[in-house]
């Protein structure tokens, strides 16, 4: 099971810090991404991590801005968000082989 948490309502130029508790499987053997998903439009790969979070790679539109991290010990993915851009809100779902539920971010004044 993965459940998103942290997501809210923040002005532009701002901050958040999702997490993704997951459950139920080993979670630090498994590569780990962030997805979302806009309203009217299809889902959007954010950004991934590998197992050991050695590596990690992001979309072009989140690039600089945004930091995905996992803590193995706790079975938890992270996804810092800095600088929100209105263009940025989105249903935010961490996924593996599986989605799972997501944290709604809104990005307005």
């Known amino acids: 099971q993965l459940q998103a948490s942290g997501g809210g309502l923040v002005q532009p130029g701002g901050s958040l810090r999702l997490s993704c508790a997951a459950s139920g499987f080993t979670f630090g053997t498994y590569d780990m991404s962030w997805a979302r998903q806009a309203p009217g439009k299809g889902p959007e790969w954010v950004s991934f991590?590998?197992?050991?979070?050695?590596?990690?790679f992001y979309a072009d539109s989140v690039k600089g801005r945004f930091t995905i991290s996992r803590d193995n010990a706790k079975n938890t993915l992270y996804l810092q968000m800095n600088s929100l851009k209105p263009e940025d809100t989105a249903v935010y779902y961490c996924?593996?082989?599986?989605w799972g539920k997501g944290t709604q971010v809104t990005v307005s004044s």
């Open positions: 996924a593996t082989d599986w």
């Open positions: 991590i590998r197992s050991d979070g050695g590596s990690t």
